[in-house]
């Protein structure tokens, strides 16, 4: 059974300040793995997507790593922002067998992210 | 492209009622559809995968009677908490991926749900 775990649980940092989440899967089968935003009360912001093959994805100040050896992703903020202040998820996607190829993701806790201006 | 919509964004009711939610792939057809359920300040927990035309799997601990999915077409799929109570009380997410190829899960907004 997958297991993601996301450390650290809450961090605060100053603005402008370069910052790393990370990420750690127990079962390296995954199929890719999603970075998420959330804002308090609202839904999921997808920020980025690895596939298995991948090893890293870029969108503007955001990488996001990837290491099916180790079990673990990093999600890189370049120039951190108040307007990143954000709990932001990592997920896991399995692969199911059968009808489809679509298998179900696996959740981490999250990291709350705190910029101060 | 890949747009997921959740219907009602918010719903508030009172214990005993039944409630319906609706996910929707608004480009693309959706083989199998996730629903999830996230409690304040958790992580999402999945509770069911659902394939269009067959039963929908529950995960463990998921009530089958209490929580109705329906995947009639590759386009929609319908989540119904019956008999609500306080303690259903939650936000719930859905996500659909299209089959055939290994592929990514696109989320709903979410729907929050408040039993009174």
Redesign the interface.
Known sequence: KQEVTQIPAALSVPEGENLVLNCSFTDSAI??L?W?RQDP????T?LL?IQSSQREQTSGRLNASLDKSSGRSTLYIAASQPGDSATY?C?G?A??GG????????????TTLTVKP | GAVVSQHPSRVICKSGTSVKIECRSLDFQA??M?W?RQFPK?????MA?S?EGSKATYEQGVEKDKFLINHASLTLSTLTVTSAHPEDSS?Y?C?A??????????????T?LTVL
């Open positions: 199929y890719n999603q998420f009360g609202k839904g999921l997808s997507l998820l997920a996607g692969v199911l009808r489809t190829n679509a298998g179900k993701s696996t959740f981490g806790d999250g | 083989t199998t996730f999830y958790q992580s999402l927990m999945l995968t394939n936000f997410i996500s991926a299209a089959g055939g190829r290994a592929d990514t899960q696109y989320f709903g907004p979410g929050r």
